[in-house]
């Protein structure tokens, strides 16, 4: 059924609202209470957090120092194939300096 009112939402000859609620709190309480964590699983999250940030930002510092060293390998590739002729400035003549007063 595409539309709303049926019985699995809650519509007419289904659960209301807070009955659904709290049987699903009821199920993720009783699901809750079959966990076992180990008591040093907080250290273990931490230790797998902290190697996953330092793997993360070396990959980043590797990944920018690549970029960096590409960057100046192609400016020096362009610098080195420029033409060899001396590049011109100013080729007009100077200008005049008129005399002071």
């Given at each position: 059924?595409t539309?709303?009112?049926?019985?699995?939402?809650?519509?007419?000859?289904?659960?209301?609202?807070?009955?659904?609620?709290?049987?699903?709190?009821?199920?993720?309480?009783?699901?809750?209470?079959?966990?076992?964590?180990?008591?040093?699983?907080?250290?273990?999250?931490?230790l797998e957090?902290r190697?996953?940030?330092?793997?993360?930002?070396?990959?980043?510092?590797?990944?920018?120092?690549a970029?960096?060293a590409?960057?100046?390998?192609?400016?020096?590739?362009?610098?080195?194939?420029?033409?060899?002729?001396?590049a011109?400035?100013?080729?007009?003549?100077p200008?005049?300096?008129?005399?002071?007063?």
């Amino acid at each position: 059924m595409t539309g709303r009112g049926g019985p699995a939402c809650g519509g007419a000859g289904g659960l209301d609202e807070a009955d659904l609620a709290e049987r699903l709190r009821d199920s993720l309480g009783a699901l809750a209470g079959t966990v076992r964590t180990s008591p040093d699983a907080y250290e273990r999250a931490l230790l797998e957090w902290r190697r996953r940030d330092r793997r993360r930002r070396l990959v980043a510092i590797i990944v920018a120092a690549a970029v960096i060293a590409g960057a100046d390998g192609i400016g020096l590739w362009a610098l080195n194939h420029a033409a060899s002729q001396p590049a011109v400035v100013f080729d007009a003549p100077p200008p005049a300096v008129a005399p002071g007063p």
